[in-house]
């Protein structure tokens, strides 16, 4: 995650950058320090020729003074800075003027002495080495201050990835508004503007399936009521089964608008496995003697951990399903291990199990006039508490497997 960084990348460039500069101003400057300096030497040693030529022909210290002052040299009096030149002056026991150049650091000095005393000429223009510094600074500045801004402009990037991760959650309430006339904040306020979008259309579906919701509800209600007046007893049983099939379906599809627009909460507890198939059949509206007709039970006592509801929903349609596509026997729940399974004898699927965990996808072996839901709701509530569901076809059996949803609880 931080290798692939867009803040990471840009600071190591605009270090690149910082450090390619340092290396180029260095060799630039000295570079140029040297070529000037040389320049100064070839011109300084014109000037020593032509003072050692009046010195030959005789001239005294105050005529060489007078040439050294049209040269804009002056004397250098300062006792501290005369300090450093004391070891370049040697025994001068011939009483002669002797003129020599010196190189210390940035400047070239010119050393007059005789058998008395010595004095240190210096170039009276100052040096212009400090501008090359001052161009340096001034690369380094603007290179610091570009990399200030790119930061700056990108930051947003970070509070935009947070946000955009909320609302992935399921948070919707969420403002990408930013006040930056750039690329990255005009893509803020595209999502900004799509968000809204979003949640308008979501609002309207909400109220919408809310509607159909309540349009069902009333007339299933309303169906009861009737159903529990007839006086054929067995008349008003399958009258009675079938409108609380109705609401069981409308009360599913509930469930999975909520889990599909991640609404719902998953709440994963400790439950036994009796408990949970007691409320699959109550959802499938089987008696206890059609469990025994239809069903192999495991023997024991399993626990699970997961979301009663949605594990609940997920199993009543696996259960649903192998009893309407089996072609002989009951239908087999078996535990192995941490996985539950449920086998059927039949046909193998038509399809890769991708394919059926697409919403309604309908496979044309199987007439049976569904909505093609089965799988894709089953897939969706498992993966929603990181169940994960597997099939297989062996000996003429379908296994679907819901792994690691079975626990044994510590014994002490």
Same mark, same amino acid.
């Given at each position: 995650m931080i290798k692939n960084s867009i803040f990471v990348k840009i600071t190591i460039l605009f270090m690149i950058a910082i450090i390619s500069l340092? !290396? !180029?101003?260095y060799h630039f400057i000295h570079t140029e320090i040297d070529q000037e300096l040389y320049k100064r030497q070839l011109k300084y040693g014109q000037f020593l020729t032509t003072i050692n030529q009046l010195i030959r022909f005789g001239s005294n210290l105050e005529l060489i003074e007078k040439y050294l002052y049209e040269l804009e040299l002056v004397l250098i009096s300062d006792e501290k800075q005369r300090q450093k030149f004391v070891f370049y002056v040697s025994p001068n026991p011939t009483g002669n003027i002797v003129a020599k150049l010196i190189r210390e650091k940035e400047? !070239?000095?010119?050393?007059?002495?005789?058998?008395?005393?010595?004095?240190?000429?210096?170039?009276?223009q100052s040096n212009s080495f400090i501008n090359y510094y001052i161009l340096t600074f001034i690369g380094f500045f603007i290179v610091v201050l570009l990399f200030i801004l790119v930061i700056r402009s990108i930051l947003p990037l970070k509070t935009l990835r947070s946000k955009i991760r909320k609302f992935s959650n399921g948070e919707s309430e969420i403002s990408f508004k930013l006040e930056q006339n750039d690329e990255i904040g005009e893509l803020a306020n595209e999502f900004d503007n799509a968000i809204q979008k979003i949640n308008s259309l979501n609002q309207s579906r909400y109220l919408f399936l809310r509607a159909i919701m309540h349009e069902l509800k009333t007339p299933i209600t309303k169906g009861l009521i009737t159903a529990e007046m007839v006086e054929?007893?067995?008349?008003?049983?399958?009258?009675c089964s079938v409108f609380r099939r109705l609401d069981f379906l409308i009360n599913e599809f509930a469930k999975v608008e909520e889990l599909s627009s991640r609404n719902y909460c998953i709440n994963k507890q400790h439950y036994s496995l009796e408990d949970i198939l007691k409320q699959v059949y109550s959802m499938l509206l089987l008696e206890e003697k059609q469990i025994q007709e239809l069903l192999v039970l495991p023997e024991g006592d399993f626990g699970v951990w997961a979301d009663f509801e949605m594990l609940t929903l997920a199993i009543k349609n696996l259960i649903d399903n192998a009893i309407k596509y089996k072609t002989q026997g009951r239908v087999t729940l078996k535990?192995?291990?941490n996985d539950l399974q449920i086998i059927n004898e039949g046909e193998p699927l038509t399809h890769n199990l991708k394919d059926y965990a697409q919403p309604f996808f309908k496979s044309h072996s199987h007439k049976s006039g569904g909505l093609g839901l089965g799988i894709y709701i089953i897939k969706n509530t498992l993966e929603a508490q990181g169940l994960k569901l597997e099939y297989q076809h062996k000996d003429y059996q379908n296994i679907f497997t819901i792994k690691g949803v079975i626990y044994t609880p510590k014994t002490t």
């Open positions: 340092g !290396i !180029i101003s400047n !070239i000095y010119l050393l007059l002495q005789n058998n008395q005393e010595w004095r240190l000429y210096g170039d009276l054929n007893p067995l008349h008003k049983q399958w009258l535990v192995l291990q």
